[in-house]
């Protein structure tokens, strides 16, 4: 059963356990702190490889087909590497801002109403600026937009 909790949350997929609570403890703490920055560096330095990986797999594969199907299905292979690349690219910025915000004793915290986001929400989300409220009431008034 620790083994599932560990996998559940992105701290289980680096190779991090869940965060254990002591008693009376603050909320980010040092510690936590330390936690938190592990699993963000983490994230970023495995993002950073996967981009390294597209662009040396694009250099090795990059070869000009005269069959206009196979450079086609190239091109449309390419084309979704790179928005796969696009949307880490974006995450990589994300994860950059939550680290500065650790250094300015400002992660943890909801953008919106200022209240503790939470250690197993920031687990799960490491890059969550909103608490779980703010974030469903968002949600909610994006789909009445919709």
Request: hydrophobic share 30%; glycine share 4%.
């Amino acid at each position: 059963m620790a083994d599932k909790k560990a996998t559940d949350s992105s701290a289980g997929a680096f190779g991090f356990e869940p965060y254990e609570f002591k008693e009376g403890e603050e909320y980010m703490n040092e510690a936590q702190v330390e936690h938190f920055q592990h699993i963000l560096q983490a994230w970023k330095k495995e993002l950073m490889e996967e981009v390294d990986r597209t662009v040396h797999h694009m250099q090795d594969e990059a070869a000009n087909f005269p069959d206009p199907n196979d450079r086609a299905t190239q091109e449309s292979e390419f084309s979704l590497e790179l928005r796969t690349r696009d949307r880490e690219r974006k995450l990589i910025k994300k994860i950059d801002e939550a680290l500065t915000k650790l250094e300015n004793d400002e992660y943890g915290y909801c953008e919106s109403c200022g209240v503790e986001i939470g250690v197993r929400r920031l687990e799960a989300r490491p890059t969550a600026d909103q608490c779980i409220d703010c974030k469903t009431l968002d949600e909610i008034r994006e789909k009445q937009m919709i």
